[in-house]
Every structure is written in structure tokens, then in C-alpha cells.
């Protein structure tokens, strides 16, 4: 497992719109800090739904390139471009729990929930329906907190220290975010303690729903 690309930017407007966000991110070399809520040099435009240490670094793999390039007939992607701080190598969803613990160069990161595209992913894209076929794909890549500040780079190799309690992967966390999850499973997710305090109130409150409806 390994990064293969560190990307940062700060707020300005996505090409072609005027939307400002700090989706826009290019590769950077050299040693890189990371902090509690973001990495040197990166920022978020706003703030109420972006950024904070539930979200302090965002990592999409390298291995969906290929299938998004194919599928889109697009040309110009490259790591950065889904607004990922680390392009990654050997870490997918499907396999990624919420709650794994990654150690990267001197930083100590853990999993905390999936990606959930919004607007700005579909301008970034130029498609304003892009949202759904993203979070449908499952290729959503996966945030981390930042349990150890130190600093990271390009090719660093990432180690997994510990596996998330409760084995929920990313893949499974995103797919629970469709109307037809049942009680149990989205119990069993807002049980696991490293996902985010949001996502667990959401699920916990969606099983509530479910089962007070089936009464």
C-alpha cells in the first residue's frame, strides 16, 4: 500500500464556474505536515460541511482512475482531481474499515467515513448529475482523522496498524446511505465507535425510523 500522489489547494473557483471551493488540488513534492485538520498548504472553503478532524484528510485511490477515464471518455484526470489529499495504491473500499489505523511516513491516520459527493464534485466534473453515478459506483474513496500529527509524502508506504472494530468497510458504509438499508445493518454501522458522530446518528436514527414504522 502506498501514496502515490500528496495534493493540496486552497479555496478558488472551480474552472469554467464561480463556485469557490478547495476541491481544486495539484501534486506536491517534498515532505508534507499533517495537522488535526488538514495537511500544510491545503484548505476548505467552507467550513460547515467541509474540513473539521473528521475530515482532516481525504484519500481516493489511484486504481479508479483507469475505470473513470474509460467510462467518462475523459482524458484529463489525474491525482488531485476528485479533490483527494492522497492518491492512493492497495487500498479500496471494499476492504478499507471504518476505524482502521494507517501509519504513514511519521503521521498516524484512522478511517472515518466514506465520501458523500455534493455540487461541487459535479462542477468540478462539468456534469451536474455526477452525485449519484459517483456514490453509486461505490468508488467513493474514504476520510481520515489524524490521531498522530507528523509529516508525509509522495511514495511513502502506508501500514495498517489496526483493523477497525466492527468490520465495517467504507463500501458497506456508502451503500448503507440507500433507502432500502434495513434496521439491523444500519444499527450494526452506528455501533462501530470510529465512524463519524454524524453518520452514527444518522444511522441510529434511521433504524429507529424503520422499526417504529414496522410496529
Known sequence: MWIRSVNVGTPQAIPGTTIVSGIVKAPVSGP???????????????????????KAVYAYPLEH??????????????????????????????????????????ALLEVSHPRVPCFKLAARMGDPAFAKPFLRSGRVGFYLRVLEEGQLETGDAVTRERRGEGGLSILTAARLLDSGAGPVDLESAAAVPALAEGWRENFALRAAQLRSRRR
Do not use: C, I, K, M
Open 32 to 54: 508534507v505536515a499533517v495537522g488535526v485538520t488538514n495537511l500544510a498548504g491545503d484548505r476548505q472553503a467552507d467550513l460547515s460541511v467541509h474540513g473539521g478532524v473528521d
Open 65 to 106: 482512475y483507469a475505470r473513470w477515464t474509460d467510462e467518462l471518455e475523459r482524458d484529463d484526470l489525474a491525482p488531485g482531481w476528485f479533490g483527494e489529499n492522497l492518491t492512493t495504491e492497495g487500498l479500496l473500499e471494499d476492504d478499507v474499515l471504518v476505524g482502521d489505523v494507517l501509519r504513514v511516513g511519521s
